[in-house]
């Protein structure tokens, strides 16, 4: 993962961007509007256990470089240009007969022996892998809404920008889901190295 932003959406709720070489998840909510942790807040905390780290310091500016630009983002500096396993779920739906991708990231794991968070306190309820064995067997899941087909979502991949994968939201685009262990901030779908 080369970034995590913290942003604030319009409603006030707060999400982490995790901002990869090769995707982009947007709008993972860490805090609802209420202020209170979600799902999403509990994902980041298990991704904080598998580097070893007991917190995250408070988001700080940072220049964040894109393919055609380059934007002051407020991201973890804890989470910059570390090495993660993550499972990717992509979901495709029509919004205004557009199709729109969505790259949601289920779970993280420690880059080099796949443990999860809750496999990564002193004594862990089950061996360290025991979830990414269990998580291995949905990797590869594409989730496709309102009619459409992977024949659909792979010529519309086919017609934004030659493929290639730029994720999260309407517009973007993505390469099929794969497994891969790859080097940092690599990959795409699957159990991606991030």
């Known amino acids: 993962m080369e970034h995590c932003?913290?942003?604030?959406?319009?409603?006030?709720?707060?999400?982490?961007?995790?901002?990869?070489?090769?995707?982009?998840?947007?709008?993972?909510?860490?805090?609802?509007?209420?202020?209170?942790?979600?799902?999403?807040?509990?994902?980041l905390e298990a991704f904080a256990a598998t580097l070893g780290l007991d917190g995250l310091r408070d988001p700080e500016p940072t220049t964040v470089k894109f393919k055609s630009s380059t934007k002051e983002l407020m991201c973890?500096?804890?989470?910059?240009?570390?090495?993660?396993?993550?499972?990717?779920?992509?979901?495709?739906?029509?919004?205004n007969g557009e199709i729109r991708e969505n790259v949601a990231i289920k779970r993280f794991y420690r880059f080099n022996d796949n443990a999860a968070g809750s496999e990564c306190v002193p004594e862990p309820e089950n061996p360290v892998g025991?979830?990414?064995?269990?998580d291995h067997k949905y990797c590869t899941e594409v989730k496709y809404n309102d009619g459409l087909t992977a024949e659909d979502v792979k010529a519309w991949i086919a017609s934004k920008r030659g493929g290639g994968?730029?994720?999260?939201?309407?517009?973007?685009?993505?390469?099929?889901?794969?497994?891969?262990?790859?080097?940092?901030?690599?990959?795409?779908?699957g159990f991606p190295g991030m």
Not at 130 to 134: A, D, I, V
């Open 130 to 134: 025991t979830q990414f064995e269990k």
């Open 76 to 95: 973890l500096p804890d989470l910059e240009n570390v090495q993660a396993k993550a499972w990717v779920k992509f979901e495709y739906d029509k919004f």
């Open 5 to 43: 932003e913290i942003a604030t959406t319009k409603n006030g709720a707060t999400q982490a961007n995790y901002l990869c070489k090769e995707i982009k998840s947007y709008g993972n909510n860490i805090f609802g509007i209420d202020g209170k942790p979600t799902f999403g807040y509990n994902i």
């Open 165 to 189: 994968t730029s994720g999260g939201g309407a517009g973007g685009s993505a390469a099929a889901p794969k497994t891969a262990t790859a080097t940092p901030a690599a990959g795409a779908g």
